[in-house]
């Protein structure tokens, strides 16, 4: 089932999402349903706040991104489910990628982020899993990973950049988007 994505200004997206248990209601319906909204709406990550439960899981494939093995450690890319995730190294080099969100459409901006990441989190199926990735595809876990944390991409941006577009998060969070997917926008 296709789930609406939470757009831009609901509190939702600024709460640090909770642990789960493996016990979580219907957590496989819940994973399948992301993954179906993550496609639906042609995204490589999506995070539960961004369908509006605030937990610590996100969805990631990140296949379509990686071309022709341009990563070093992850050369098809990955489609991987993170619960509870505790991202617990950063390293490697700076580097500038345009990043966009499903719950910020139409903003695409450069992020400065780290290179490598090392992860703890579990998979699907709640089996303990520690992993090291790189290139884009550890950017778009970032990415996925900071919307857990109640982050969002335009907060690694400079102040000046991030008021040049206060009047799209505006529109954004007032349901002035033409997109091709489900939102929900937040209540006035």
């Not at 992850?74 to 950063?90: A, H, M, T, W, Y």
């Not at 080099?93 to 982020?113: A, M």
């Not at 876990?141 to 857990?148: G, M, N, R, S, V």
Request: net charge negative; aromatic share 10%.
């Amino acid at each position: 089932m296709v789930l609406p994505i939470v757009a831009y200004g609901d509190a939702v997206l600024r709460k640090r999402g909770e642990d789960i248990e493996k016990s979580y209601p219907n957590l496989q319906e819940f994973i399948e349903n992301m993954f179906e909204t993550m496609e639906r709406a042609k995204g490589v990550g999506l995070a539960a706040p961004q369908v509006d439960k605030a937990i610590r899981v996100f969805v990631v494939d990140s296949r379509r991104m990686v071309e022709d093995g341009d990563e070093d450690e992850n050369p098809e890319g990955i489609r991987e489910v993170f619960i509870n995730p505790k991202l617990f190294d950063e390293t490697g080099k700076e580097w500038s990628y345009e990043e966009g969100c499903l719950s910020l459409p139409s903003i695409r901006e450069n992020v400065v982020r780290l290179d490598t990441i090392s992860i703890q989190y579990y998979d699907r199926n709640f089996d303990f899993k520690e992993d090291t990735f790189r290139g884009l595809t550890a950017r778009v876990i970032q990415h996925e990973y900071d919307h857990i944390e109640g982050k969002l991409f335009i907060d690694h941006l400079k102040p000046l950049k991030r008021s040049l577009l206060k009047g799209k998060l505006e529109n954004i969070s007032r349901g002035k988007v033409n997109v091709d997917y489900k939102m929900k926008f937040p209540k006035k």
